[in-house]
């Protein structure tokens, strides 16, 4: 299966009907024709930045990561006003941008290094192989929807030429929280028992994770 074909039948189970993002050429292309085939429309927007933002409110209405995606170096540059604003407000978004060729150094044509772009506006950036692309999806995915959720960022080397990457993945993410452990339990347990008028301070997180009803069943409990 070529990534594109592999991006869009993801983006289709996760009840994604639409992706966003302002086409060149290459890859966006060929996701817009796998979009097609999946049952997922391509919306182009007249700019990047807006790509991203309403691919992540888009996709945490349905409780997944939204996708945009853009072409490299000018696309990218545009997407990350975008990127930032969906990463200050914690929204699930993974943006594919088409990059340079994996093996060049040198000064190209609407070129940059994506890396250093977005490396304080992203929870992660990958570069996809082919041979591991299927979990890298998968794994961008999982990343961008735990805990506090924000914008993952993805290349698709020029030069990756959309090969084969396998079939997409059934097992479960291979990205998984960590539970507290039993003792830190016991301990904060003991405290509540002391304590005469306990304060419960909560954040943003208890509605992302899903946790408005385990929160109430605790505060009434204390």
């Known amino acids: 299966m070529k990534f594109a074909d592999l991006l869009m039948q993801n983006a289709a189970e996760r009840g994604l009907k639409y992706v966003f993002g302002l086409p060149g050429s290459g890859f966006p292309m060929d996701a817009m024709e796998a979009g097609r085939k999946a049952g997922v429309e391509f919306v182009h927007v007249s700019h990047e930045s807006s790509a991203a933002i309403i691919a992540a409110y888009y996709g945490a209405g349905l409780d997944t990561a939204g996708l945009a995606i853009g072409v490299k170096g000018v696309g990218a540059g545009n997407m990350a006003g975008g990127i930032a604003n969906v990463f200050f407000e914690r929204k699930p978004v993974v943006c594919v941008f088409e990059a340079g060729p994996t093996e060049s150094n040198v000064d ?23 041979p591991t692309a299927n979990d890298t999806l998968r794994d961008a995915i999982a990343l961008a929807t735990d805990g506090r959720s924000g914008p993952v960022v993805l290349d698709f080397p020029s030069d990756f030429d959309d090969g084969d990457c396998g ?43 899903g946790a408005s009803q385990d929160l109430m069943t605790f505060v009434e409990a204390i």
Do not use: C, W
């Open 167 to 209: 079939e997409l993945p059934v097992e479960s993410p291979r990205y998984v929280e960590e539970s507290p452990d039993s003792g830190s339990l016991e301990r904060a347990q003991a405290l509540i028992d002391r304590s005469n008028r306990p304060l419960v301070v909560v954040g943003a997180d208890v509605a992302t994770t």
């Open 108 to 130: 190209l044509v609407q070129v940059a290094d994506h890396s250093a772009m977005f490396a304080s506006i992203t929870k992660s950036f990958n570069v996809l192989q082919r």
